[in-house]
C-alpha cells in the first residue's frame, strides 16, 4: 500500500508564492511517477504537473507553464511543487498522486484516471 500525505497549503495574496510538499511511503514508493492534481470549486479535477520515478523527465499543463516546477527528492521519498506568480485562478484542492503507468521512468500522465493512489489534499488560495 503506497501513501502520500501533502503539505505546504495556505492562502496567499495574487502574485505570491507557496511550496507543496507531497511525502510518499509504503512499498515500491520510487517505482511511481508522481503527478500533483488540482480541483477548483464546481470544477473537474484536472493535472496539474508530473514527474517520472528518476525526476528525469516532467509536464506541465499550459497554464502554469513558466510559474509551477516540479521536483523530486527521492532521498526523501518527497515530490515539491514550487508554485511561483500564483493567480486568484490557482485557487483549489491541490493533490499529489501516483501512477504506475506504462513506463514511469520515462513518462508522466496528467490525466486523473491515470492516477492509482491518492493523498487527503492541501487546500490553496489565492486572494487578495
Known amino acids: 500500500q503506497l501513501q502520500l500525505v501533502e503539505s505546504g497549503g495556505g492562502l496567499v495574496q495574487p502574485g505570491g508564492s507557496l511550496r507543496l510538499s507531497c511525502a510518499t511511503s509504503g512499498f515500491f514508493s520510487r517505482s511511481y511517477a508522481i503527478g500533483w492534481l488540482r480541483q477548483a470549486p464546481g470544477k473537474e479535477r484536472e493535472g496539474v504537473s508530473c514527474?517520472?520515478?528518476?525526476?528525469?523527465?516532467?509536464n506541465y499543463v499550459d497554464s502554469v507553464k513558466g510559474r509551477f516546477t516540479i521536483s523530486r527528492d527521492s532521498a526523501k521519498n518527497t515530490v515539491y511543487l514550487q508554485m511561483n506568480s500564483l493567480k486568484p485562478e490557482d485557487t483549489a484542492v491541490y493533490y499529489c498522486a501516483a501512477s504506475s503507468g506504462a513506463d514511469p521512468s520515462s513518462w508522466c500522465p496528467l490525466y486523473p484516471y491515470e492516477y492509482d493512489y491518492w493523498g487527503q489534499g492541501t487546500q490553496v488560495a489565492v486572494s487578495s
Open positions: 514527474i517520472t520515478t528518476g525526476g528525469r523527465n516532467t
